[in-house]
């Protein structure tokens, strides 16, 4: 994910809100991933590709198909959630308990996504896609309102997820699941289709992701968010849904820290994040939320 930090004379203000709106995004895509692993034991490494398609996708409907941004938006994630869904369902469901096959597989839809986007869109970044324009100054930084949309739309799909998991009958199956495998299906979950239901949610959240927060699309924009989001993962706690929410916001704002305090060598940003990552698990191997399974017989 790339965004433009916009440093005011007040550090302090522009570390907090530029912070906010990074972590927030990565967030998203976090505790999508989280939710996958978590249900379906699934490292999906084709997740951040879902997210640079919708942005594509957006792109596609709205300059070559001339439809609103709304409606672009919409089709775009209904769009990534089936080819998302059947990918799962075709590819990586019978592949389950090989979990090194499975890497491949994900790493090879990833790339089938990316090189897909380069046949048909060239290697080049598409014009900007613009949902809102104009800017705001909050605590004297400039922030433009397509980011403060960004953040609000994370915030309440992340507020959304969280009252799925908790508050209905789908949360206590996807919970049930996560837990144990053998004892939900014993319990009478349908953990296939749970695993499916999980899948969805996690490819809305992504899409939505690079629907609205990215402004331009480009082939190989799902590499760098993949790194973050799995350091992210593993900093939180494998199967953690809220270490991967902790964790993206404490690896948002090292980024945002790096970026603000040392301009000129931002592009140091990710490696001083990976480097606090490891520095964390070296003293904690499980995570800061770390969930320890059993091991599936």
């Known amino acids: 994910m790339r965004r433009q930090v916009l440093v005011s004379e007040n550090m302090a ?51 070559r198909l001339g439809l609103p941004i709304p409606l672009s938006i919409c089709l775009s994630v209904v769009s990534v959630a089936i080819v998302g869904m059947l990918s799962y369902q075709i590819v990586i469901d019978r592949l389950r308990g090989h979990e090194a096959t499975i890497l491949i597989a994900t790493i090879a839809i990833a790339l089938i996504i990316q090189e897909s986007m380069l046949l048909a869109y060239g290697s080049s970044a598409t014009p900007a896609i613009r949902l809102i324009t104009g800017y705001q100054k909050i605590l004297g930084v400039k922030v433009f309102y397509r980011e403060l949309v960004a953040f609000g739309v994370a915030i309440i799909l992340l507020v959304v997820t969280w009252a799925i998991l908790m508050k209905t009958r789908l949360g206590i199956a996807i919970r049930s699941t996560a837990q144990d495998r053998e004892i939900a299906n014993l319990m009478g979950i349908n953990v296939t289709r749970t695993g499916m239901i999980t899948m969805g949610i996690a490819l809305v959240l992504a899409a939505i992701a690079g629907a609205v927060v990215e402004s331009t699309a480009r082939p190989f924009m799902w590499m760098s968010p993949l790194v973050t989001v799995l350091a992210i993962v593993v900093l939180g706690g494998l199967g953690s849904i809220k270490g991967s929410f902790i964790a993206a916001f404490i690896l948002g704002f090292v980024e945002t820290i790096v970026t603000v305090m040392i301009s000129e060598q931002a592009y140091l940003k990710e490696a001083v994040a990976l480097a606090f990552m490891l520095a964390v698990i070296l003293m904690r191997p499980e995570g800061l939320f770390g969930v320890r399974f059993e091991e599936e017989r």
Do not use: D
């Open 13 to 63: 203000e522009s570390i907090l809100i530029n912070g906010l709106i990074t972590s927030g995004v990565y967030a998203l895509l976090a505790v999508g991933f989280s939710l996958i692993f978590g249900v379906a034991r699934i490292v999906n490494l084709a997740h951040t590709a879902f997210y640079m398609l919708a942005a594509y996708l957006v792109f596609t409907f709205t300059s």
